[in-house]
């Protein structure tokens, strides 16, 4: 049962450019959607969260578009970097925080130069 | 700076052997977690802790269990290990609703 589906599984940008990933979710219950960036040997960081009483929130390069109605939110990097090269977790929790976190599957980015 | 220290970076065991993966905090969280880690299926929530001797079952328990006797230090147990075992491990502790604050992992392999 998976309540969160996160799209696409791997995503090659330019450097430069913008990289894009998206979830679904399915408990209207969740109130919390962060993304976490894992780099190779080292586990997931908190990168940037949103609660659904907004529909963007943005954090330098990075922002979060949230659709209540749609249930979707997704990640956007600006002018990627090959620093940016990484795994996203995107994941939602209820209770507004970082208890009980259901990840979606990952995307792993790779941006060339 | 949070710090989240999981003893072992990698693990070979063989099938029916007992695990002990553990895991040690240094900011006094409340909250302890045990995910596994798995390719295309994400983080997944083995099992976790809101205060000492206290645990409740995540999204996946079975075949596993866990031991929290001191606040700092969570531990996750397989009583007799399997291949469907073999994965990445990740601790993570919070306070309250905070973020979560992940280590490094342990990539345990069961032969």
């Known amino acids: 049962q998976q309540q969160v589906k996160q799209s696409p599984q791997s995503l090659i940008v330019q450097k430069g450019g913008i990289s894009i990933i998206n979830c679904a979710y399915e408990?209207?219950?969740?109130?919390?959607f962060p993304w976490y960036q894992q780099f190779p040997g080292k586990g997931p960081a908190l990168l940037i969260a949103?609660?659904?009483?907004?529909s963007e929130k943005k954090e330098g390069r990075f922002t979060i578009s949230f659709n209540k109605s749609a249930k979707q939110f997704s990640l956007h990097i600006m002018d990627s970097q090959p620093g940016d090269s990484a795994t996203y977790f995107c994941?939602?929790?209820?209770?507004?925080?970082?208890?009980?976190?259901?990840f979606g599957t990952g995307t792993q980015l790779k941006v060339e130069l | 700076d949070v710090k989240v220290t999981q003893s072992s970076r990698y693990l070979v065991k063989r099938t029916g052997e007992k695990v002990f993966l553990e895991c040690v905090q240094d900011?006094?969280?409340?909250?302890m977690f045990w995910y596994r880690q798995d390719p295309g299926l994400g983080l997944r929530l083995i099992y976790f802790s809101y205060d000492v001797k206290m645990k409740e079952k995540g999204d996946i328990p079975e075949g596993y269990s866990v031991s929290r006797e001191k606040k700092e230090r969570f531990s996750l147990i397989l009583e007799s290990a399997s291949t469907n075992q073999t994965s990445m491990y990740l601790c993570?502790?919070?306070?309250?609703?905070?973020?979560?604050?992940f280590g490094n992992g342990t990539r345990l392999t069961v032969t």
């Open positions: 949103i609660r659904p009483d907004v």
């Open positions: 994941a939602a929790s209820q209770g507004g925080g970082g208890n009980k976190l259901t």
């Open positions: 993570a502790s919070n306070q309250n609703n905070s973020p979560l604050h």
């Open positions: 408990n209207t219950a969740f109130d919390y």
């Open positions: 900011m006094d969280h409340e909250n």
